[in-house]
Structure formats: structure tokens, C-alpha cells
């Protein structure tokens, strides 16, 4: 069976001013030229770089994504954004579920299961984050940890083709650590069998992404790993010859 394409996305965290879309020109040309080889690439920049990101890249294959979404579609939610204004900006895809705003905001899997759901409404991909803490890898329950994240955040009626997961491990978060490739493998057949058990057939095609301090000298073996389908990469997405050494591992 064919894998699924695979996609490197880039996820700019709070990062980024209008000075910024130099980086990212590099990287739409770059990946214009070929440069992301089959895989997919895709930038998440901040709310507020949305749009023009989303200006500077149309007509290219780089693809443009938002950090969060609201679960509602509109209302009275000061501060907020919804899918359907993403949508509106010029995004495809939309993370939902970051380690960070599970941490900073307190998002349960109830509400980022909803946020997904918002997503995939307003005709975004979501792509939803799963990992472990490092107290839960050294105790051993990094993979219940991730099946109970996935059963809570992912609603089985949510169509396969608008659905990303990505397996982060919190430790492996802007650390410079990273999991073994058999740790990685082990985790992302687990995630897969799940993804099987609820989606069937359809299951084997949803891309799951690694994520967690990737960089163009790691980025071979960990995406070589079976079930790895691409990446979610932050810090190393902030400098195009970064992101582009990373997805060039698809050329
Ligand atoms: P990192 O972040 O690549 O800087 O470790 C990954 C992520 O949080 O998506």
C-alpha cells in the first residue's frame, strides 16, 4: 500500500513581524523549485502574518496554516479567531491541540477535539498534536498517554482526508532532545493501528507527523522512520535554509 504524501510543516510559534516574509519568500520559491521533493510543505505563521503569508504564497505549492482556532464559527469571544476567518485568510490548515496551549490555555481534549472539528467544518485540515510528558515516557505510559489523547481529541466521524495527527513528544519540545527512531517507530505504529481501529481503511492515509526539535542533521533518519509522514518543525522553520534541509529529505 502507498504511503501518504508526506508534509513538512512549519509551525512559527509567537514569532514572526511583516520583516519576517523575507523567510518566507525564500522558502515559497524554494519549494517552488522543487525543493520540498514530493512531500507537501506548509506554514503555520501568527494570526497576524496570516494572511499576507497566505497574499505571498498563492499560486505556489506552499501551503498556509494558522497556530489555533475557536471552536465556534462566530460570537462574542474578544481575542478570538475562528476556522471560518482562516479560511477567509487564506489558510488550508490549522494546528490544533499544541502542547503549549494544552499547558498555557489548559485545553482538554474535549475542547481540541471541538476546535478540530471547527476546522474541519470550515473546510480547513487540522492537524492535531498528541505526546507524552517526560514524567510519562520514564514511567512508562507514553503510549497510553498518546492513545487516551487520541481517543479524547479526535471525534471518529471526522473525515480521514482533513486530518493531520502530529506526535510530539512535550520533552522533545525546543529542546534539542529527540526520541530513538525505535521510540519514534514504536509510537507512530501505535498511532497508526489507532487510526486504523477508528477510521479502517481509510486510517492508513492519514498522515502522522514527528515532532520535536527536528533540524536538516536529524531529519533523515526520523522521517526514514516507518508511519513517519512528514513534520512539525518550529524553531528550525524560522530560517528557510533550515525548513528547506529539512523537506529536502523528500527530494
Ligand atoms: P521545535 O518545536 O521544532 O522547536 O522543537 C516543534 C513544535 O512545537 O511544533
Given at each position: 500500500m502507498a504511503a501518504p504524501r508526506p508534509l513538512v510543516a512549519g509551525n512559527w510559534k509567537m514569532n514572526g513581524l511583516k520583516a519576517s516574509l523575507g523567510e518566507l519568500e525564500a522558502i515559497r520559491d524554494a519549494v517552488k523549485a522543487g525543493g520540498a521533493g514530493r512531500a507537501e510543505a506548509a506554514l503555520c505563521p501568527p494570526f497576524t502574518l496570516v494572511a499576507a503569508v497566505a497574499a505571498a504564497a498563492e499560486g505556489s505549492p506552499l501551503a498556509i496554516g494558522a497556530q489555533d482556532c475557536h471552536a465556534k464559527v462566530s460570537g462574542a469571544h474578544t481575542g478570538d479567531i475562528s476556522a471560518q476567518m482562516l479560511k477567509d485568510s487564506g489558510a488550508t490548515y490549522v494546528i490544533t491541540g499544541h502542547s503549549e496551549r494544552r499547558a498555557d490555555h489548559g485545553e482538554t481534549d474535549a475542547i481540541v477535539r471541538a476546535k478540530a472539528a471547527a476546522a474541519i467544518k470550515a473546510g480547513l485540515t487540522a492537524i492535531v498534536c498528541v505526546?507524552?510528558?517526560?514524567d510519562e515516557r520514564v514511567g512508562g505510559k507514553a503510549l497510553d498517554v498518546v492513545s487516551g489523547q487520541i481517543e479524547g481529541s479526535l471525534d471518529p466521524d471526522f473525515p480521514a482526508t482533513n486530518l493531520v495527527v502530529a506526535y510530539e513528544p512535550v520533552w522533545a519540545i525546543g529542546t534539542g532532545l529527540t526520541p530513538t527512531a525505535a521510540d519514534v517507530a514504536e509510537m507512530h505504529a501505535h498511532i497508526r493501528a489507532k487510526l486504523e481501529k477508528t477510521y479502517g481503511r481509510?486510517?492508513?492515509?492519514?498522515?502522522?507527523l514527528y515532532g520535536g526539535s527536528v533540524k536538516p542533521e536529524n531529519a533523515a533518519e526520523l522521517?526514514?522512520?516507518?508511519?513517519v509522514d512528514g513534520a512539525l518543525v518550529g524553531g528550525a522553520s524560522l530560517k528557510a535554509k533550515d525548513f528547506m534541509g529539512i523537506a529536502g529529505v523528500y527530494k
Open positions: 505526546g507524552e510528558t517526560k481509510k486510517g492508513v492515509d492519514i498522515r502522522i522521517m526514514g522512520v516507518k508511519n
